[in-house]
């Protein structure tokens, strides 16, 4: 029998909700999810959340629809699930033809509404950061979290270099002082990522 050959990854290029364009989302709000459809003639709508699932989504929280800066802001009337499907309804929307106008449009919920374990960040709140390692040696700062199967992945600039998101790598996390401070092993970083972009 031949060697099968080897499924190549690949890496999903759509947005996920929880990472909408931030340039125009107020600071203090995050996307959570987007609404897909509207489902039945009472203005409910389906919210294909992103990675934060149902955190944060409880009835009477006032969301923004939509990434814009003048998004309308609605209230939560009710979250319901559905087969693995997250339901919601808004406050003074009660036809679907008023639920149509907000399909495609990202659900965004105050960052305050997330709740969050110690130790729990969001990607927003990582991203800038400057990372150090044990010398206080600066290597570098986040662009961007990646979500990869086996672990999470600050990625550093300049260079893009990954830093595995785990308890062996990283010492220290304080969001307050804009510092990560990290035990990198040898060979994971080499010394073009010392400079700070």
Not at 92 to 102: G, L, P, R, W
Not at 115 to 144: F, H, K
């Amino acid at each position: 029998m031949p060697p099968r050959k080897p499924t190549p990854i690949r890496k999903k290029t759509t947005p996920k909700s929880d990472e909408a364009p931030a340039d125009s989302l107020p600071p203090d709000f995050l996307a959570v999810g987007r609404l897909t459809r509207a489902v039945g003639l009472r203005g409910e709508l389906e919210c294909r959340v992103g990675r934060l699932g149902n955190a944060g989504l409880s009835a009477g929280i006032e969301c923004r629809i939509g990434v814009a800066l003048d998004a309308p802001v609605l209230r939560l009337a009710g979250v319901r699930h559905y087969r693995k499907r997250t339901i919601v309804r808004f406050e003074d929307v009660a036809t679907i033809e008023a639920a149509e106008k907000f399909l495609g449009k990202d659900l965004c919920i105050r960052r305050s509404a997330v709740p969050l374990s110690e130790g729990e960040y969001l990607d927003a709140d990582l991203i800038g950061l400057e990372v150090r390692d044990l010398d206080g040696i600066p290597r570098g700062r986040v662009l961007r979290v990646e979500h990869y199967p086996a672990q999470d992945c600050l990625v550093l600039t300049p260079g893009d270099k990954l830093v595995p998101l785990v308890h062996a790598f990283i010492r220290a996390i304080d969001v307050n002082a804009g510092v990560i401070i990290i035990d990198p092993p040898p060979g994971l970083l080499d010394e073009t990522g010392a400079e700070i972009a």
